[in-house]
C-alpha cells in the first residue's frame, strides 16, 4: 500500500511559546505577537519585524485577501492542527498522509539581534517545544533542529543536544552568515555532526522582509506582487545555496553528507546539473573539484517536489530515483488544497523520504 510522507511540513508557533520555554533570564526579550489597537506585531530580539498582517505566516486555508488586508489573526485565526500535535495527526490522517517532517516557520526566521546568548536561547527554547510535539507520535512526526549559525561552538552543542533528542534534520539557512558562504570549512563542526549522525542539512526558504529572495532584492523594491515573490523566492535562494556547497567542495569533504533542498521545487535540479557541467568543462582547469558538479548532486542531493509539480517524473529519471521526496508547505499562505495535489509515484517518494530522514 502507498504512503505519502509529507517533507516539507510546519507548524505555526504558539504565540507565547518563547515566553513558556525561554530560559527566565531571557523571558522579558522573548519573541512573541503583541496586539496594540488590534494591529498585531511580531517582535524579535525587541525588533518589530512584521505587523498587520501576521496572520500571512500562515493562511493556507484563508482568503488571501483577507490575511493581507489585516482582517485575520495569528493569534486567533490559526487551526488547531498548525501547532497541536493530536489535531495534526488527525489532519495528516484525513490526507492520507503517513508520516511528516516539520519546519518552523517564526523559528526560521532571521534573528535581528547581534546577542548570540539570546538567539541561542530562542533556538533552544523552539527546539524543546519541537521535541515535545514530536514525542506525542514519534514514528509519525520528525523534527527538524534550528541552530544559532553564527555562533558555531553553541550551535554544535545544541544539535548534539537535538540528535540526542531524536530530531531528523538540521535547518540550514540559504545565505551566506557572516560573509561565509555556508559550506566554508568555519561550518565543518556542523556539517560533521550530520554526516555521522546521518541526519540530513536541509537548506529551507527563509522569509527576509526588506526582500524575500536576496538575488531579486532590487526587483522586490518594485513590489512585484505575490506571484513574483513566491515564485522565485524559493530559487533564488536554493540555487545559489545548492550551487556552494558543490563548488565550495563540502561534499569533497564529506562524501556521506546529505543535503535537502526545501521549498523550492524539483524541477530546477536537472537544469542546474546541466548548467553546472557546462561551466564545469569550461573551467575545469582551474577549479578543484575532484568530479563533475552533476556526480555531486545525484550522490548527495536530495529535492522535496511540490503540490501540483509536473516535473517530478523528469526528476527522478534526470536526477535519481532515490533523490526526490515531496511536501506541502502546509500551513503557509501559498500551500495549495493538498486532497486535490496527491503526488505521483508515491512509492518511490515515500521510501525516499523514509531514508534521507530515517523515519
Not at 486555508?61 to 485575520?72: I, M, N, P, Q, T
Not at 484525513?94 to 517564526?106: A, D
Not at 527546539?127 to 549559525?149: G, K
Amino acid at each position: 500500500m502507498s504512503q505519502i510522507v509529507d517533507c516539507d511540513a510546519h507548524v505555526l508557533e504558539p504565540a507565547d511559546l518563547w515566553q513558556r520555554y525561554l530560559e527566565p533570564k531571557f523571558r522579558d526579550r522573548a519573541i512573541r505577537i503583541e496586539e496594540v489597537d488590534g494591529v498585531e506585531k511580531l517582535i524579535i530580539g525587541e525588533e518589530v519585524v512584521l505587523q498587520g498582517v501576521v496572520a500571512g505566516l500562515g493562511g493556507a486555508e484563508d482568503s488571501k485577501a483577507d490575511l493581507f488586508s489585516g482582517k485575520r489573526s495569528y493569534l486567533r485565526d490559526n487551526p488547531l492542527d498548525s501547532y497541536d500535535p493530536v489535531a495534526r495527526l488527525v489532519r495528516m490522517d484525513g490526507w492520507g498522509i503517513s508520516k511528516c517532517v516539520l519546519f518552523p516557520t517564526i523559528g526560521i526566521l532571521p534573528f535581528p539581534t547581534e546577542d548570540r546568548g539570546l538567539a541561542n536561547a530562542y533556538c533552544r527554547a523552539y527546539n524543546n517545544w519541537m521535541a515535545e510535539f514530536t514525542q506525542t507520535q514519534p514514528d509519525r512526526l520528525a523534527a527538524v533542529a534550528i541552530v544559532n549559525w553564527h555562533d558555531v561552538n553553541a550551535a554544535s552543542e545544541e544539535l548534539d543536544r537535538c540528535i540526542k533528542l531524536g530530531f531528523r534534520g538540521l535547518f540550514v539557512p540559504p545565505e551566506t552568515v557572516d560573509g561565509k558562504r555556508p559550506a566554508n570549512p568555519h561550518f565543518d563542526p556542523l556539517w560533521s555532526r550530520c554526516q555521522d549522525a546521518d541526519i540530513p542539512g536541509c537548506f529551507h526558504v527563509i522569509v527576509r522582509f526588506s526582500g524575500a529572495a536576496l538575488p531579486f532584492a532590487a526587483w522586490h523594491e518594485t513590489t512585484p506582487g505575490p506571484i513574483f515573490g513566491f515564485g522565485l523566492g524559493g530559487t533564488g535562494q536554493l540555487i545559489p545555496a545548492m550551487t556552494s556547497v558543490i563548488t565550495d567542495q563540502l561534499f569533497d569533504r564529506y562524501p556521506r553528507l546529505k543535503v535537502v533542498s526545501v521549498e523550492a521545487g524539483c524541477g530546477y535540479a536537472p537544469y542546474l546539473m546541466d548548467r553546472l557541467d557546462a561551466k564545469y568543462e569550461a573551467f575545469r582547469e582551474i577549479v578543484p573539484l575532484k568530479k563533475r558538479p552533476s556526480e555531486y548532486i545525484r550522490e548527495n542531493c536530495y529535492f522535496v517536489a511540490e503540490q501540483g509539480e509536473r516535473l517530478i517524473e523528469t526528476a527522478l529519471e534526470q536526477v535519481g530515483e532515490d533523490r526526490i521526496m515531496w511536501g506541502t508547505d502546509y500551513p503557509h499562505v501559498d500551500a495549495l488544497n493538498v486532497s486535490e495535489h496527491l503526488p505521483v509515484a508515491n512509492d518511490v517518494l515515500w521510501r525516499n523520504a523514509e531514508a534521507v530522514f530515517n523515519l
